[in-house]
């Protein structure tokens, strides 16, 4: 089974650009997470969905951020407009909500430079 | 709210010796999950293992193992053999077990893992 997708893998844009960052989950999961990792503040969660509803956005850090899920396999963040303490690396991670510990399974991270 | 501590910035180990990595954790809860993740440089977040505390044998996988103290809500990983593919950032994670709390992941700081040949 391919593991959770992200893309792109590397983004540069100017200050004040839209970005938007892409997520496929693992089929057949029902949770999804978007997660930020800085040197700074390390990995902190930013949002997360069950069965395509967005449960807790308390982590999403202004209203220049928000995220969708228009379906089980599919989910955005954007970035609208970036700015350059917005560089990070973007994980996105996927869960199985039913089953034990939920294990969070991680993509490969989108690595946002905002120059 | 819970909090994760590694207090252990980086860590050292020869190939082929053993190395524990430490981490204590701080919650008002009684069920939950711990975790460790290791992030190579490619930067992959790689699921190592996981403890449910209402567990009290430790978990093991291959040459990865955890000391989970509960009433000292200590979690430490031993890594057994190591292996230059070791190497990498280490990362403890709590998650709660309680529906309200939702499923967020709390992680420490991490420890930076050297495997030396």
């Known amino acids: 089974d391919a593991g959770v997708i992200q893309s792109p893998r590397h983004e540069v844009t100017e200050m004040g650009q839209e970005v938007t960052l892409r997520c496929k989950p693992i089929s057949g999961h029902n949770s999804l997470f978007w997660y930020r990792q800085t040197m700074m503040r390390g990995l902190e969660l930013l949002i997360y969905f069950n069965n395509n509803v967005p449960i807790d956005d308390s982590g999403m850090p202004e209203d220049r951020f928000s995220a969708k899920m228009p379906n089980a396999s599919f989910s955005t963040l954007k970035i609208q407009p970036s700015e350059p303490r917005d560089s990070a690396v973007y994980f996105c991670?996927?869960?199985?909500?039913?089953?034990?510990?939920?294990?969070?399974?991680f993509g490969p991270g989108t690595r946002l430079t905002v120059t | 709210a819970q909090t994760v501590t590694q207090s252990q910035p980086e860590m050292s180990v020869q190939e082929a010796e053993t190395v524990t990595l430490s981490c204590t954790y701080d919650?008002?809860?009684?069920?939950?999950?711990l975790f460790w993740y290791k992030q190579p440089p490619s930067r992959q977040m790689i699921l190592v293992i996981r403890q449910e505390a209402y567990k009290q044998q430790n978990a093991t996988e291959n040459r990865f193992s955890v000391n989970f103290q509960k009433a000292a809500k200590s979690f430490s990983l031993k890594i057994s053999d190591s292996q230059l593919g070791d190497a990498a950032m280490y990362f403890c994670a709590y998650r709660s077990a309680m529906e309200t709390s939702g499923s967020r992941l709390t992680f420490g700081e991490g420890t930076q893992l050297t495997v030396n040949p």
């Open positions: 919650t008002s809860e009684s069920d939950y999950y």
């Open positions: 991670a996927s869960s199985l909500r039913g089953q034990g510990a939920y294990e969070q399974y």
